[in-house]
Structure formats: structure tokens, C-alpha cells
């Protein structure tokens, strides 16, 4: 008792942590509440009276009129963000053993970077939901439970390390409110729920409580914080302003420039929340991330905008510039023709137009006719010239009509003579000398021989009527308009139209000064950012009509709203119920719509992450990258097949076709598909159906040498089920050292005597007995009857005691669980269509969504048109 209050060193050799002891009061008073414990469980808890005194071990409120909230430590959310960077970081050996008995604690931080101007002041200040006085009341109403039920539990199995003096991962039960509303403590209720129901906690060490009272606890706790009344609860929620990731930049310069260069692949890469990297919350700007928009904009406008120079044609010819064929020798000054032969000028028109051609050409005379040059243009003859002096240059010059294409210009020596005995020797030997070729044109660009990027941004050019500034000005409002997605302010569209008139005056062209002008709104926040107009008030409030068609088109096609969007949005009917319906099925069958697939399916199943897949190549050989993308491939098309033909949902699970080439195809033992091309096939006589079958799904969930029926599970659990098992406890040993002790027991055998522990056993029954079904699909996808010499047992349990066996049962029973299956894809895809993490308040909007869906056969345009319909994507509300 002497170190009591001091610092000491960790006995265990293998921890080493410096711990700090308790001091003597602190002991004396865990005795004390240890005691009382002892002797209140023997008799039920009575809620005194406010007004009578009580001791710190009975449950009232206190006398003062508002007690402090208890300090909640931070919780993981779901195992995604987990996944997404946001853990602890790695633990001592001594922080090892003592997390066996401390709760999870979340400590990721998520920034945005702004640009220019104060982006802050559109960030959410807090989380918190808004409840009305009606449910306010009817959460009243459950209180008096509250009291003599959970609290009490709380008291005498959690206290002992969860209190002001012993408050393991911050946790404090000591000083709950009887009248505390859980619901503004979600997040911290909604894991002590968990945590009590799998059995998690109390550790094993502790003192359990019985089934019976763990189970009733649990079941008020869940009823409380998970199945609450939406009634008076109407909180949109708030998004973040949210930066354009890497797919959106590049589909919304496409659409906005009508050039597709795929800029973003100097990007860095976009960080992930929630499973996606659209959410505005870790969308964050670096500064290699500024200095790459900076390049790109360049780029884009130079692709976008030609200038008129470069499609003229001014150059000249000489010498060695020459293609020579014949008699004929080039020297720097002109090319000389002894005797037959030419010279070729090969150039490019990149625009129709009149050309002008000079040829300048001399000549030694001999014999009875004057040396003659013959000139063709592509091999059509022009003309043939006489030169008539001796060794004096001529000029032959013309203009003629040139097509847009590869030219060549031929300049001949046609009439060789030589006569050695002729009387003059300066007149016996007639040659010809090419001085120089020179070609100009065309005399005037015309309008078509500008890109249609080009026709579809510079809308006016100046002219006798129009001055450059005004020609400008037409340009510039209707692309910034167009980039900024809304309609620009003139206080906005004057500070671009400066930076061109600056152009001007260092006497850049007009299509340069335009170029210039548009790069600064390319990087613009306005444009790299879907910046949304705050609410004036703290409630909810709908979404203007830009920035709802923006919300659509970013949900939908990942880029920038078009033409139809941007028309109803100026005529304010955008938001009607009717308008949204028909908006969403005309996009959904635009070619666009694709990124929906691209986009979502990828991160929403995890497919992405097959690219940074390596399993063991001794026993995968045929495993690649080729192999992956058609495993990628196959799921999306299944999807894309289901929103083309707007089939039910559950068609996912239970899909009894696929589609395949001929690589994957023999994977899955079909012989009857060729070449790389996919196509549809049945799957009726093999034992697969829907994703959970496909390969890239089954490789995603093993490790590179074995199957693994826990994360198997863990995957259904988290996207076909809507239930997140929370994270393993850090001190589970490895299944590898179970393996090694008992190397004679099946694959199954050795799993069950691993988790034998009872902290584990609890999770592991949830994920488990799913996995087990899909033991027949060995670490890539192929079906197998047995494995390390045992048969495969494939029989499992799904959480509610349901026995399957083998993966078709188990995807039977999933289908017929579509409200199940659509709640998570409505989760997912609401995560995705907002761009932000979902709120205890969400799951109103969830229900409502399941509902719609249900009542129209589950069809997946349904749960589609209901997630733009529902407060969540229409209204905004600024969080306080």
C-alpha cells in the first residue's frame, strides 16, 4: 500500500507499460461501491424522490437543475470506416492487454481544405438530431425503464471499470441522468447495445450477468436507440460541401468542355469515408492536388479551344527539308537535278480553305528548248513551267483550293539534256536548281474546322458589330454558368471577364484570352466544389433547384447536371414529385447512368479492392489482373442488366444467370464460351446464384492461401443484411497457432475450437454460420467438394437460429428476406447519393424507402426514385 497514487512498471514481462496506481481514497472507494453493488442486487432499485437526499448509489436526479452529459468516449462507427483509415493508431503490448476489457474508441479526423474564400462556413457544427416536443415526449414515456432497468444493469456489472474513478476507454456510468435522451447520444447507446447483446461486455473476467437480464437490457436498448418513433423526428441532416473526386472531375469536364482526357489519373488518390469516396467530409484539397488542377485546366482549354494559328500553314521549304528523289542533291541553299529527278514538300491542312504556293526554281539552258519545272499537287498535274533565263531565279506563285488532310507538293525536272559537243561549253548540260517551296493558307479559317468543343463553348467571336469584350461577355456567362452549375453572379462573371481583358491588353488573341479566362474558372472553388447556399434558418430547408439537379446528376451519372436538369431548375419545378420520377428514369437510361454501376457497385460490394489482391500463385496460377477485371465486370454487368430492365432488387441474390467470358467461364467449369467477349449464361444446372456466388466476391473474402468463413460472413452481414458486427478484440490468438496444435481436425473443426474464448464466440456466431455455407467456393471463386482431404460441411445458421445448408439454401433464405436485403442497399446507395455518413435520424427515411419499394415489387428504379424523393436528398438543415 505504500505506492499507492505512484507510477510503477507493468509485473508482466511481456507488457512493460507504466501504470498508474490508485491512490488510497480511490481504493477505499471502489471497495465501498463494490459493497453496496453486494447487497442493492438482492433487492429491486426504488427511484427516490427528488426532494429526499440520497447516497451516490441510488438513481435520481440530482438536486441541481442540469447535470453535466456523460463524458463518452468516441466509438467506431462500422467496420468500413475502420476501413477507410479512421483506427488508432498500432497498441503497446501492454495497451493489447488491457483492450481486452476497453471498448473501441474512434479517433479519425477528417479536414476540407477550402480555396479562396471561407468554405467553413458551410461545415457542419455538430451531429445532433432534431427532435421535436412530440418525440420528445413519447421517449419520456420509456424513461421510468430506463431507470429500473438499464441503469441498474449498468450499476452492477459495468461500474466497477466504467465510473468517474476507473473510467476504461472514457466510459462513465456513474453519473447517468434517468431523464437522459438517448437518441442525442445515438452513436454511444447504439454500441453499448451491442456490446451487451453479443456478449462483449462484460469481459469474460468480469462477473456475467444472466442470459435472461443481459437479453431484456439489451432488448429495451435496441427498441430505445434503433426502433424509435419517427414521429415529429425531421432532420434532413447536413452535407458537407463537397468536393468534385476524381470521377466526377473527369466526367464533368467532358460534359462541360466536350473533351474526354481523363485528367485525374495525375490526381492523388481520393480518400474513402463511409465505404466511398464521394463524401464532402474527406474530400479534402492538398497542395499537389492544387498545383495538378492548375496543369489540367490548362490542358482541358487547350484541347477545348483551338486557335486560329494553329490551323494556319506558313512554311517554306529548302534544301534538305526536301523528300529527294532522282538525279537530284540538296545542299543547304537548293536542291540541284543533274538529270531527272524531284523534290517532294509534304505537309499537313488542318482546315479547308485557299492555299497560297510559291516555287522558286533556276536553270542551266542547253539545246533547243528552255529547261521546264512540272508541279502536282497529290499527284494531279498543275502545271508545267518553263524557266527562261539562265541561271536567274523565276517565281512561279498560285492559289487553288486545298482539303483538310495530308498533302504532298511535287516540283520536277522533266526535259534533261547534255550535249559535250555543243559550241558553247557553258550550254552543253541543261539542270535545274529548287531554290525554296513556300505555302500559306488557308485565306480564312472556316467555322467548320474547329472541334465541336471549340463550336460548343466560343458561341460569338468579334466582328464589325461585336467588339471582343462583348463577344466575351456571351462567351463567358453561358460557360460559367455551365461550370459553376448555377446561374454566375455579375459581381462573379466581372472577375473573369477581367483576367480576359488582361489577356487582351498583352495582346493574346481572342480564342487565347479565352483559354486563359476559362483556366481560372476551372479552378475556381465554384466549380471544383458543389457548394450548396446555407440555410437561413436552423431548420430544414429544401435545396434550391440548381443545387438539387446537381444533387441528382452526381448521384446518377457522377457529373454535371445537363440541359433538361439546368432548364427545369430555372423554371423552379424542378423539386415537384412528378418532375423527379420522370428526371430519374430518363437518366437512368442515358448512357451516363453507367457510373452508377462504375461508381457505386464497385465500393459498395468492396470490388476495388480485388486490384490489391495477391493469392498464393503457386496454388492460383491462373489468378491475374486480367482475371480480376472480368471478375469486376461480372458483377457490374449483373447489376447494369438489373437497373436496364428495372427488375426487382432481390434479383441480385438470387440471379440464376450471370455473365462470363471465356476466362471466367472456365473458372466456373462452362465450357461453351469463346473468346473475351462477355455474355449471358444460365447458371441452372451449376450451383451458383447471384453475386454472393460470383468469383470476385468469394476472392475479396478469403485470404491468399484459404478460404475464411469469418469474413465470408462478416461480408453478408455488412451488404446483404445491414448488420455490422463491431471490430474483433485485439488479443484473439491466430487461427494459424489452433491450426498447428491440431493439425488432424478439418478446416471447420479448427475454427470452432478457436473461438472458443466467449467474448469471440457471441460475434462469431453472427458471421460464422454464414461463412460455413460458402465453404464449397474455394479462395478464388471455384466450386471444390472437399478440402486438405475432409468433405466440406457447408451447413450454417443464420443470426436467427434459420439452418441452411449449402450456398443455394443459404441465398434462398437471404432472398426471401427482401426488406432485409433493402434496407442495406438503401443505406449504401443514401451514403452514396448524399455523400455523407448516415445519422440515427436516417433510419425514418430508410423505412420510408423500404416501404415505397415493397409496395412496387422491389424494383430497383423504385428505391432509386424514393432516395431523390425522400427530405434526406431534398432538404438541407444546418447542424447546431
Avoid at 442493492?40 to 438513481?59: G, H, L
Avoid at 434517468?178 to 468480469?206: K, R, V
Avoid at 523534290?343 to 499537313?348: L, S, Y
Avoid at 428526371?583 to 451516363?592: C, I, S
Amino acid at each position: 500500500m505504500d505506492r499507492a497514487g505512484q507510477t510503477a512498471q507493468c509485473p508482466n514481462s511481456d507488457c512493460g507499460a507504466k501504470l498508474k496506481l490508485p491512490t488510497l481514497e480511490q481504493i477505499e472507494a471502489k471497495l465501498k461501491m463494490k459493497a453496496l453493488n453486494k447487497e442493492s442486487s438482492s433487492q429491486p432499485p426504488v427511484k427516490p424522490s427528488k426532494q429526499t437526499p440520497v447516497a451516490k448509489k441510488q438513481y435520481t436526479k440530482p438536486v441541481r437543475t442540469k447535470r453535466p452529459a456523460p463524458e463518452f468516449a468516441p466509438l467506431p462507427k462500422t467496420r468500413r470506416e475502420l476501413r477507410s483509415g479512421k483506427q488508432s493508431a498500432t497498441k503497446t503490448k501492454g495497451q493489447k492487454k488491457s483492450a481486452r476489457r476497453l471498448w473501441p474508441i474512434a479517433v479519425g479526423i477528417a479536414g476540407v481544405v477550402v480555396l479562396a474564400f471561407a468554405v467553413s462556413s458551410f461545415l457542419p457544427s455538430g451531429s445532433t438530431g432534431d427532435v421535436s416536443p412530440g418525440s420528445t415526449r413519447i421517449f419520456a414515456e420509456q424513461q421510468n425503464e430506463f431507470s429500473t432497468k438499464v441503469i441498474p444493469f449498468l450499476e452492477k456489472y459495468c461500474i466497477d471499470c466504467h465510473s468517474s474513478d476507473f473510467s476504461e476507454g472514457g466510459v462513465k456510468f456513474d453519473q447517468l441522468d434517468p431523464d437522459t435522451n438517448l437518441l442525442e447520444n445515438h452513436e454511444f447507446w447504439h454500441h453499448a447495445y451491442l456490446q451487451i447483446s453479443l456478449g462483449a461486455m462484460p469481459p469474460s473476467d468480469a462477473e456475467a450477468p444472466p442470459q435472461a437480464e443481459r437479453e431484456a437490457v439489451a432488448k429495451w436498448l435496441d427498441g430505445a436507440v434503433n426502433h424509435f418513433d419517427c414521429q415529429g423526428i425531421s432532420n434532413p441532416g447536413h452535407v458537407t460541401v463537397h468536393r468534385l473526386n476524381r470521377s466526377e472531375y473527369d466526367n464533368t469536364i467532358r460534359d462541360l468542355l466536350g473533351v474526354n482526357l481523363e485528367l485525374s489519373k495525375n490526381f492523388p488518390t481520393d480518400d474513402v469515408g463511409y465505404g466511398f469516396d464521394n463524401i464532402g467530409d474527406v474530400l479534402t484539397i492538398s497542395p499537389i492536388l492544387m498545383e495538378r488542377y492548375l496543369s489540367a485546366a490548362e490542358t482541358a482549354t487547350s484541347a477545348a479551344i483551338a486557335l486560329p494559328e494553329s490551323f494556319i500553314v506558313d512554311r517554306k521549304w529548302t534544301g534538305n527539308d526536301f523528300v529527294i528523289s532522282g538525279s537530284g542533291s540538296a545542299n543547304s541553299n537548293e536542291v540541284g537535278f543533274p538529270s531527272r529527278g524531284s523534290a517532294k514538300a509534304r505537309f499537313k491542312a488542318t482546315a479547308a480553305g485557299k492555299y497560297e504556293f510559291s516555287v522558286v526554281v533556276a536553270a542551266t539552258q542547253a539545246g533547243d528548248e528552255l529547261a521546264k519545272c512540272k508541279i502536282s499537287l497529290d499527284n494531279s498535274k498543275i502545271e508545267s513551267h518553263e524557266i527562261p533565263e539562265h541561271r536567274k531565279y523565276k517565281t512561279i506563285a498560285w492559289s487553288q483550293d486545298v482539303k483538310k488532310g495530308d498533302h504532298e507538293l511535287d516540283v520536277a525536272f522533266e526535259n534533261d539534256f547534255y550535249d559535250p559537243d555543243a559550241e558553247d561549253p557553258k550550254r552543253r548540260d541543261r539542270n535545274m536548281y529548287l531554290k525554296y517551296v513556300e505555302i500559306i493558307g488557308p485565306e480564312k479559317v472556316p467555322d467548320s474546322a474547329y472541334p465541336a468543343s471549340h463550336r460548343m463553348i466560343v458561341t460569338a467571336t468579334p466582328s464589325d458589330k461585336l467588339a471582343p469584350e462583348q463577344a466575351a461577355l456571351q462567351v463567358m456567362k453561358k460557360f460559367t454558368d455551365r461550370a459553376f452549375r448555377r446561374p454566375v453572379t455579375d459581381q462573379e462573371l466581372t472577375r473573369y471577364l477581367k483576367i480576359f481583358e488582361l489577356a487582351q491588353s498583352r495582346n493574346e488573341t481572342y480564342e487565347r484570352s479565352l483559354q486563359i479566362a476559362i483556366q481560372a474558372v476551372l479552378v475556381s472553388p465554384e466549380f471544383l466544389f458543389r457548394i450548396e447556399n446555407k440555410p437561413d434558418s436552423k431548420n430544414a430547408v429544401a435545396v434550391e433547384n440548381f443545387a438539387l439537379a446537381s444533387r441528382i446528376s452526381y448521384f446518377l451519372w457522377s457529373s454535371m447536371p445537363d440541359e433538361e436538369l439546368f432548364e427545369l431548375a430555372k423554371s423552379g419545378k424542378l423539386n415537384q414529385d412528378e418532375v423527379l420520377t420522370k428526371q430519374v428514369k430518363r437518366m437512368l437510361l442515358d448512357p451516363k447512368a453507367k457510373a452508377l454501376t462504375e461508381n457505386f457497385v464497385g465500393q459498395w460490394l468492396g470490388l476495388r479492392q480485388l486490384n490489391e489482391l495477391s493469392p498464393d500463385p503457386d496454388m492460383f496460377p491462373e489468378f491475374n489482373k486480367e482475371l480480376v477485371r472480368d471478375m469486376q465486370q461480372e458483377t457490374e454487368l449483373l447489376f447494369a442488366n438489373i437497373l436496364e430492365r428495372d427488375l426487382s432488387l432481390t434479383e441480385l441474390l438470387t440471379a440464376d444467370y450471370t455473365f462470363v467470358n471465356e476466362k471466367l467461364a472456365k473458372l466456373y467449369g462452362i465450357d461453351s464460351v469463346k473468346g473475351s467477349k462477355f455474355q449471358q449464361v444460365s447458371l441452372k444446372e451449376k450451383p451458383r446464384r447471384g453475386l454472393i456466388s460470383h468469383a470476385g466476391i468469394l476472392t475479396l473474402t478469403s485470404f491468399p492461401n484459404r478460404t475464411s468463413p469469418v469474413k465470408r460472413g462478416e461480408w453478408v452481414l455488412e451488404n446483404i443484411l445491414a448488420q455490422d458486427p463491431p471490430p474483433a478484440p485485439p488479443s484473439v490468438p491466430s487461427l494459424e497457432e489452433t491450426q498447428a496444435s491440431n493439425p488432424n481436425l478439418s478446416f471447420r473443426e479448427q475454427l470452432v475450437l478457436h473461438q472458443k474464448d466467449p467474448i469471440c464466440s457471441s460475434c462469431h456466431k453472427l458471421m460464422d454460420g454464414i461463412g460455413f455455407g460458402l465453404q464449397n467456393y474455394d479462395a478464388i471463386g471455384r466450386w471444390r467438394e472437399e478440402e486438405g482431404g475432409h468433405p466440406i460441411d457447408s451447413r450454417g445458421d443464420l443470426p436467427d437460429g434459420k439452418s441452411f445448408n449449402g450456398p443455394l439454401e443459404l441465398i434462398k433464405i437471404l432472398g426471401q428476406r427482401p426488406d432485409e436485403f433493402t434496407r442495406c442497399l438503401s443505406e449504401k446507395m443514401l451514403t452514396y447519393a448524399l455523400g455523407r455518413g448516415l445519422q440515427w435520424y436516417d433510419r425514418c427515411t430508410i423505412d420510408d424507402i423500404i416501404m415505397a419499394t415493397r409496395n412496387d415489387e422491389y424494383r430497383i428504379s423504385r428505391l432509386i426514385v424514393e432516395i431523390v424523393k425522400s427530405p434526406a436528398f431534398r432538404k438541407q438543415q444546418v447542424s447546431h
